[in-house]
């Protein structure tokens, strides 16, 4: 079942651009840890990117300095921004709400969006 909503996924080239976003309509979710996650085919879902109600940011190794992972508090939502992607990046992107104020990872009780697809061609 979804509970956040993500769009902005899409098909780009290798070194494109994509800018995601998610919506997070439950109030006391919204000011916990956001972030994403993603799950490319025959993966499992990995950690991406992550920023807390303070805008306390953190990445996985491999997006750090391509990513940048941003939030608007008075909207509830989440953005993700994608550059210099590769065909590594090809993944379902899933939105993440923490199930508490500060995260450093998922947990049963967050709250996920049912994933945009993010496919990055040669």
């Known amino acids: 079942q979804a509970q956040l909503e993500e769009i902005g996924g899409g098909l780009v080239q290798t070194g494109g651009s994509l800018i995601l976003s998610c919506a997070v309509s439950?109030?006391?979710?919204?000011?916990?840890?956001l972030g994403w996650f993603r799950q490319a085919p025959g993966k499992e879902r990995e950690f991406v990117a992550a920023?807390?109600?303070?805008?306390?940011?953190y990445y996985e190794d491999s997006v750090k300095g391509r990513f940048t992972i941003s939030r608007d508090n008075a909207k509830a939502k989440v953005y993700l921004q994608m550059t210099s992607l590769s065909p590594e990046d090809t993944a379902v992107y899933y939105c993440?709400?923490?199930?508490?104020?500060?995260?450093?990872?998922?947990?049963?009780?967050?709250?996920w969006g049912q994933g945009t697809q993010v496919t990055v061609s040669s």
């Open positions: 993440n709400a923490a199930s508490s104020e500060w995260s450093d990872s998922a947990a049963a009780g967050d709250l």
């Open positions: 439950d109030r006391t979710f919204s000011r916990h840890t």
């Open positions: 920023c807390s109600w303070g805008n306390f940011s």
